[in-house]
């Protein structure tokens, strides 16, 4: 015991005792610093050699239960994500690795599409957790945007997600609300004659995502977000299991309700 306090000050152990009983550790939130491209990108789904000079992302986390403990990477299904921007809109391109794509060709705009194959962005514009913009497109190009307000303060419980109270009577969701201007499309990555990914690519309006800021143009700047992709199983019963990734860990079906669990992109000029 008379090694351990010798190796380490008696003002780092009083500060980590004093963090520990206050209940404030928690867990750093990712950061990404996504380029500003020269090229506005074609929106058809298909991977192209623009899409290499953007920064990406290939590792989702499963869902965390632990209310500060991440839970670990996932590497498969492999989820490769890349991010560009500039002036006029956000750009995103989701690759699915996936021999089985589960979706619903029966859907329409802003039906539950979370009941299959999926990829969700959540974003706060803001960044004060009190309204945020969510985004979610199925393997064959279906959407369901909406954006949440919170009328009440927010308040959390276990896993960083809306109390129940909140959840009751401060959160209203408009599911009415389309994304203007927001461009999808989506492909497949073929091999030997078969599906083995799925792909989506949006062009996100910075007019559609800026409105709360009174802003119109991206600049060099920081914005609030999390990835999600839910990925379905069938067993051979016909049972269907749904398996969630994200980016910044939240619970299991909670991302819509844990906005205070949203990484930070930083937009930065590639010039810099």
């Known amino acids: 015991m008379m090694r351990f306090f010798l190796r380490y000050p008696l003002a780092f152990l009083v500060g980590m005792a004093l963090l520990i009983l206050s209940g404030c550790a928690s867990v750093p939130q990712p950061e990404w610093k996504v380029l500003k491209t020269g090229q506005v990108p074609v929106i058809d789904g298909t991977f192209e050699d623009l899409w290499l000079q953007a920064s990406g992302l290939s590792e989702l986390s499963t869902p965390s239960d632990h ?57 706060d514009p803001v960044g004060d957790a009190r309204q945020w913009i969510e985004i979610q497109v199925s393997p064959n190009g279906q959407i369901l945007d909406l954006v949440y307000f919170l009328t009440t303060a927010p308040e959390y419980q276990k896993g960083e997600r809306l109390t129940e109270t909140v ?12 994304a203007e201007g927001l461009e999808v499309a989506t492909g497949q990555v073929i091999r030997d004659g078969l599906p083995v990914a799925w ?44 398996n969630q990734f994200n980016w910044v860990p939240v619970l299991s079906g ?3 309700i844990s906005p205070k669990n949203m990484g930070f992109i930083h937009l930065i000029n590639q010039n810099q």
Request: with cysteine; hydrophobic share 40%; charged share 30%.
């Open 254 to 256: 909670c991302p819509h």
């Open 67 to 123: 209310p500060t403990m991440p839970s670990a990477p996932v590497r498969s299904p492999a989820t490769e994500i890349r991010m560009l921007w500039d002036a006029d809109a956000l750009y995103v391109f989701f690759t699915c690795w996936d021999e089985r794509i589960d979706f619903n060709e029966a859907l329409v705009r802003d039906d539950n599409l979370f009941k299959y194959d999926v990829c969700e962005l959540f974003i």
């Open 167 to 178: 959840l009751q009577k401060g959160l209203q969701r408009d599911r009415k609300w389309n």
């Open 199 to 242: 792909t989506v690519e949006m062009a996100i309006p910075a007019s559609t995502l800026l409105a709360l800021r009174g802003m119109r143009s991206f600049e060099e700047m920081s914005l609030r977000l999390n990835l999600v992709r839910y990925d379905w199983d069938q067993e051979a019963s016909g049972k269907r299991t749904r």
